[in-house]
């Protein structure tokens, strides 16, 4: 490479570098509001926070930035498209051309906007008053409309939302993997709702006391590989994980006094996107290279853990027998089959972030037709809440009784998170791909986790996933790990051999 | 005032809170760091916290600071001395003449020696190797003596020093206050050493649990008047309090499961800074004038809830009771005035952090006088341990076995801290005299501790302390609180009034 590129490519990182440190104080602030913060300290950090996130955009768009951007993009460091180089100068410029072409005006106009209509979709939730938020709703999605148009987009609006969360991804892409899916998994979530087989849920809908849940939650997530000496588990109302830095990956969770599930796998999901973050290469800390790639490879690590580990039968060989151990007055005349029912229970149910691991795909790919159809215009929002009925009958085979419970439950369209959603069920996707690759590379591996052992899989995700960083996008990712494009079918294929024995379809 | 003035005053505020939103980020790494930090984050919070540090100084040392600084200095807006126009530039102007005043590279060196010096010194004192540490001291007098010059003084070089903790005393001040002290001091301790009446001292070392101290200390601390809304009471290896914002104020403690006493009086000493903290005036908040004034007149209000108000008689008659039955074992069938006796143990000791409030202030004498030699050159550093170990057995009447537990036993000197120890007696000295002046002017004060009522002692210190911000130095405050120049009487009556009663002197 020619001395002057790499004079230049060295600036570009440094200044990188020094964005990420304010990244990451912001991380702590974050972190420390939504775990211990006292409850007076609200305003306060909502200036610390309104600061730093303004100190990153001004570094992150200093014009310096575009200068060393357009000049590297042409410069031979390109030559190697997934050298390190390379993928630094692909992935800045991204942002940086994301971030610089929305006019100040309507950055403020959108935080303004999504900071209020949160509030009174709060209240409207509480309330079940859809006209309230209504023309909330009605500003958030012309706004994302504008906000598509300053990005640019080749196909369609929506497109450049998603690649907000999903860089790279498409409407095209998206749509013609969700469609095949989708019937698929009617027709399986109907199937197991007339089985005769039914879960006795009161087997884990009992009263567990919340230390010992946590000893078994911490233990669980140690056992999977999340490392206690570089990370911590907290207490927060949502669950979350955030990076500080390097050596710094917190995970927090929540638990349900009445419920072994709730925290147990959601301390797995957690402890999966805090391996990722763990296991990302830190030489490489402050740019693309050395950070998690897109929000749907993220959720793939949490969600292998949380379901193709969590809820499978060799994780609970070994720690079914603990469980029972260490709640003997629940567990200890339950059979190992009936504890394995209860926690695959499946059924339509109106929350998504309640949902098992089949029914949750539904859940999403409803939200991402109505948001597409919302963002392209062949939805007008008033008609939001009829739209979501229909197709909640259609898929579910149940109608909301309200739209609290139904096209108003999630935070996202409130928050302006258009495009967000897809990235759930990308996850499970890419899981699913992704794990048969693990186990057709590694024999016996779920004989190794029926011991207690999991560094296998571990390993293969550090060697496959974690140590590309962004060098590749999601979508190209899966190629090279797999050898073959996304496809619904290894999803689908799990979850009809798992369910199909479970409910002896 | 002039409408330039004022504009210029404006600018000089808007750039302080700018300085104060980074600082407030600052202080969030140091908390965390303390608290909850995983042992992997250390190196990227080193580099957080140096991000943050040169960020603030380079706000701060803004040439555009010193024009403001320079011409407002010279407006009408410093007619009225204690206004808050005339204060803020005052203290602002302060610092900032301070902070130019250094060379870039002498504040390398002086980080990076004091950064090396305090691990040289944990080791050195762990092997009571004080020729290892010896040319670290000698480095650090040195450079200490440089800072001074470069500060500028008008009679002695510590006086710049003292300077940085407690802004605008003197070694003339402090000397003068201190001397006669000494005396009375050295006499009651051997008073009390000969008296025969001894503490048992099983009472409060022995085995109290954990849990039940952190309920014990927490209800004392809310008890007093710290606000766990806007605060939280953490562990830490060393007890500190520290602001985050307005609002947010935290303080921390650590547990000894032998010792009742270790918790209680650490959690009462950083409540009173936490108080403290809570009670300056958050309109003013980014300002001096919305901050706690000298290191000396914080330690006057966690010294005062300590052990004015901790270690007195009519706090216990409100909390002994609560005590004995939180811990029925031990205390069940104590006598009060034997347990009172045994949390007022006095008698001379090594190490300073475990003195007790009659011996500590020789502690500090000791080390006063020896700073001040080491600074103006009339002590040479490799003569600290033979002039220590003379002045302990002076003070004492016991020589120290060793370095470890003689002239090496403090941090501070290794870290730089020349002018620091100073401030503790200033505090217990501005505590007296201020708790004198409480007591006068609300009659039967102490008769509501009896009945745990402490709002009337919380709110004169609003009125009288905490509502002043920095309008006033130390020196001053003191005058305009109790009517007279501080003097080293009300403190050592109190001590001779209470211990003459306890040890039937």
């Not at 419920?259 to 800390?285: R, S």
């Not at 079914?320 to 339950?334: D, K, Y």
Request: charged share 25%; hydrophobic share 35%.
């Amino acid at each position: 490479m020619s001395d002057k590129a790499k004079q230049l490519y060295d600036e570009l990182i440094e200044r990188m570098k020094e964005v990420s440190i304010i990244n990451s104080c912001e991380a702590l602030l974050g972190w420390d509001e939504r775990t211990y913060m006292p409850r007076g300290g609200s305003a306060h950090r909502a200036n610390q926070a309104a600061y730093m996130a303004g100190l990153t955009h001004k570094k992150f768009t200093d014009p310096r930035m575009g200068e060393l951007l357009g000049e590297l993009a042409q410069s031979d460091l390109m030559k190697d498209e997934f050298s390190d180089e390379a993928v630094n100068i692909r992935e800045i410029k991204h942002d940086y051309d994301k971030e610089v072409k929305i006019p100040q005006k309507l950055v403020e106009e959108f935080t303004h906007t999504t900071t209020m209509s949160q509030g009174v979709w709060s209240q409207a939730r509480g309330e079940n008053d859809f006209p309230k938020f209504l023309p909330w709703l009605e500003k958030i999605v012309k706004l994302c409309r504008e906000r598509a148009e300053c990005f640019g987009y080749e196909k369609e609006a929506y497109d450049a939302l998603l690649d907000e969360y999903e860089t790279g991804s498409s409407v095209e892409f998206v749509s013609k993997v969700f469609s095949g899916f989708r019937d698929d998994l009617v027709g399986l979530v109907s199937a197991i709702g007339n089985s005769k087989i039914k879960p006795n849920l009161s087997i884990i809908e009992s009263a567990y006391a919340v230390d010992l849940q946590e000893v078994f939650g911490r233990s669980a997530a140690a056992a999977i590989g999340y490392d206690f000496g570089t990370g911590r588990l907290d207490l927060s109302a949502h669950p979350f994980t955030t990076g500080i830095g390097p050596g710094d990956i917190r995970i927090t969770t929540r638990y349900n006094p009445n419920h072994l599930g709730q925290a147990l796998f959601g301390t797995l999901h957690e402890a999966g996107h805090g391996m990722y973050e763990q296991g990302v290469p830190t030489e490489h800390y402050g740019t693309p290279r050395g950070a998690a790639t897109s929000l749907g490879i993220h959720e793939s690590q949490s969600r292998m853990w949380e379901n193709q580990i969590g809820r499978g039968k060799p994780f609970w060989k070994h720690f079914f027998p603990r469980a029972q151990q260490m709640f003997p007055e629940i567990l200890g005349e339950v059979k190992f089959d009936d504890f394995f029912l209860a926690i695959n229970d499946v059924r339509p149910s109106l929350i998504r972030v309640e949902a098992d691991e089949v029914t949750y795909n539904l859940h999403i790919l409803l939200r991402f037709e109505m948001e597409h159809a919302l963002i392209n215009g062949d939805l007008q929002v008033k008609d939001a809440p009829s739209a979501w009925n229909e197709k909640f009958q259609k898929y579910f085979g149940i109608t909301p009784p309200n739209d609290a419970d139904g096209c108003m439950q999630d935070v996202h369209w409130s928050a302006g998170y258009f495009g967000y959603f897809p990235t759930y069920t990308l996850g499970n996707l890419y899981s699913a791909q992704f794990y048969n690759k693990a186990k057709a590379d590694i024999p016996g591996l779920e004989d190794q986790f029926a011991i207690g052992n999991f560094t296998g899989l571990k390993k293969w995700l550090e060697e496959n996933i974690y140590v590309h960083g962004q060098r590749y996008r999601a979508e190209k990712l899966v190629e090279v790990v797999t050898g073959a494009k996304l496809d619904h079918a290894p999803l689908m294929n799990y979850l009809k051999e798992k369910y199909s024995v479970l409910y002896n379809l």
